[in-house]
T-cell receptor, first 113, second 114 residues
Framework: GDSVTQMEGPVTLSEEAFLTINCTYT??????LFWYVQYPGEGLQLLLK?????DKGSNKGFEATYRKETTSFHLEKGSVQVSDSAVYFC????????????FGEGTQLTVNP | GAGVSQSPSNKVTEKGKDVELRCDPI?????LYWYRQSLGQGLEFLIY????????KSGLPSDRFSAERTGGSVSTLTIQRTQQEDSAVYLC????????????FGPGTRLTVT
């Protein structure tokens, strides 16, 4: 079955540092890939998505590129802010499965001033 | 506009009791999903509806769990004879239909079984 593996957390960075959160996946078909973010005390929000190989999703300075050859969708940001502190989830969905989301374990990011 | 709403926001119940969790999706969204977020299991899919039908119930952990959706809108997740391992945050999400890429999540219901 489908699965998503994220780098283990937690991750602690200083403000303006470079962020990478690794994500790899296993899927039977051609999934769409997502990064969701959960800020403290808030619900899950879609951060960015990519629906086919080589697509790059981007939002709020975050980027991730759908790499079919390495089955990866790593999240990057060039300069993190304190307000980026949150839990980040990598996820995939396949239309053949009703587009239900399969999530990674989540990575807690803390950014210190 | 209004987002996905869930009620109650918190529920504490005694082991063995039944609970009902409610989800109001975004108006016009035909697909509705239930997920569970727990410390030990992370975020896991439970069931999804397209309209009032549930094509995929494969994530329901046991026959104590059931869900229904009426009028293509509100959905209720029922847990019978609750157990301590049912303690989790239950999340609901909706999307335009099952082919839509973006799911919008509600704030969740935190269930604690004592």
């Amino acid at each position: 079955g489908d699965s998503v593996t994220q780098m283990e957390g937690p991750v602690t960075l200083s403000e303006e540092a470079f962020l990478t959160i690794n994500c790899t996946y296993t899927a039977t078909g051609y999934p769409s890939l997502f990064w969701y973010v959960q800020y403290p005390g808030e619900g899950l929000q879609l951060l960015l998505k990519a629906t086919k190989a080589d697509d790059k999703g981007s939002n709020k300075g975050f980027e991730a590129t759908y790499r079919k050859e390495t089955t990866s969708f790593h999240l990057e940001k060039g300069s993190v802010q304190v307000s980026d502190s949150a839990v980040y989830f990598c996820a995939l969905s396949e239309e053949t499965s009703g587009s239900r989301l399969t999530f990674g374990e989540g990575t807690q990011l803390t950014v210190n001033p | 506009g209004a987002g996905v709403s869930q009620s109650p926001s918190n529920k504490v119940t005694e082991k063995g009791k039944d609970v009902e969790l409610r989800c109001d999706p975004i108006s016009g969204h035909t697909a509705l999903y239930w997920y569970r977020q727990s410390l030990g299991q992370g975020l896991e899919f439970l069931i999804y509806f397209q309209g009032n039908s549930a094509p995929d119930k494969s994530g329901l952990p046991s026959d104590r769990f059931s869900a229904e959706r009426t009028g293509g809108s509100v959905s209720t997740l029922t847990i019978q004879r609750t157990q301590q391992e049912d303690s989790a945050v239950y999340l609901c999400a909706s999307s335009l239909d099952y082919r839509s890429y973006e799911q919008y999540f509600g704030p969740g219901t935190r269930l604690t079984v004592t």
